[in-house]
């Protein structure tokens, strides 16, 4: 079946994810959808600063294996991308490679496939997700989606010069459901400017400022080549910072330990409690009955912390 024509942009190739060429088409000056979603900070495993290092050379690229995750929403693609396809049978649905903007070379995307009418028509772009709980998500048919998808869908769109995309989700491995997103100009293009500029910085050796995101921290981590056995003197500030820090986290803990210690004692020998009908945590006990941990239910936390 021929590539559907895709006047924006053109195909740099089909690239099997982790090879070389794979790299080489997302590497250097270049920012691809996934670096999009971390130049706009929204990104949960990258930061602007953990990215900046990584396309000036500074760091070596981190190689850690895939999670369960990762590695069932690679399996389950083939498998969502065929129930998208029997429910809509008016669609011709294929699988596509890696795209650069004919304007602008920098600008890439790799989705995950590109929808046709068969009879014809415009293109639009379908993205596949698996989540394990449905945060972030709302109303099937709607554009409720979690913030760094819906940049990586409109940053995609963008760069093809598409109208629309639908991000097919599997739900707690049975719940399907199909989103639509439209084209948005004035998002795409704050998009495409916080992109221009970062690559920009990156020419200039000008990094992002530290944050407090993980993968931050581990850049950090990465950066001194080797140790001297020398005592640095910081700015007081910073030095001030980070203890005050360390005993707010210390302080929290302490808080935590506390009130976890109070639901325990309120739960007696129940395995789980809950508080007006929603379940708060589940106990982990050991083979004589004693508790080994207190579980705490993560939608629960979630409501409470929206609220």
């Known amino acids: 079946m021929n590539a559907p024509e895709i006047p924006a942009a053109r195909l740099l190739g089909v690239f099997t994810p982790g090879t070389p060429e794979w790299e080489h088409a997302r590497s250097g000056l270049v920012i691809t959808a996934t670096d999009a979603v971390a130049v706009a900070g929204l990104s949960p495993w990258r930061s602007p600063f953990s990215l900046w290092h990584r396309k000036a050379g500074t760091v070596p690229r981190e190689t850690a294996a895939p999670t369960a995750a990762m590695k069932w929403g690679t399996r389950l693609e083939p498998v969502i991308a065929d129930v998208f396809a029997e429910a809509h049978p008016d669609l011709v649905v294929q699988e596509t490679g890696t795209w650069a903007h004919r304007g602008r070379e920098w600008q890439r995307a790799t989705p995950d496939r590109i929808v046709t009418p068969a009879g014809g028509g415009p293109a639009s772009l379908l993205e596949i997700k698996t989540s394990r709980l449905g945060e972030g998500f709302g109303e099937p048919g709607t554009d409720e989606v979690p913030a760094h998808y819906r940049c990586q869908v409109l940053w995609q769109l963008d760069t093809l010069g598409l109208g629309s995309a639908t991000l097919a989700v599997l739900v707690a491995g049975q719940d399907y459901r199909e989103y639509v997103i439209a084209y948005d100009a004035a998002e795409a293009a704050l998009l ?116």
């Open 192 to 307: 495409r400017d916080q992109a221009a500029e970062f690559l920009g910085s990156v020419a200039a050796g000008e990094p992002p400022p530290l944050d407090g995101h993980a993968a931050t921290y581990r850049t950090v981590q990465r950066l001194p080549d080797g140790v001297e056995d020398v005592v640095a003197d910081i700015d007081p500030g910073i030095a001030e910072s980070y203890r005050a820090a360390v005993l707010d986290v210390q302080r929290a803990e302490e808080r935590k330990v506390a009130h976890a210690a109070a639901v325990l004692a309120a739960m007696g020998t129940a395995r789980r409690c809950a508080a007006s009908g929603r379940t708060v945590a589940t106990r982990s006990v050991r083979p004589d009955g004693t508790t080994r941990s207190l579980i705490p239910n993560r939608t629960y936390m979630k409501a409470e912390e929206a609220a």
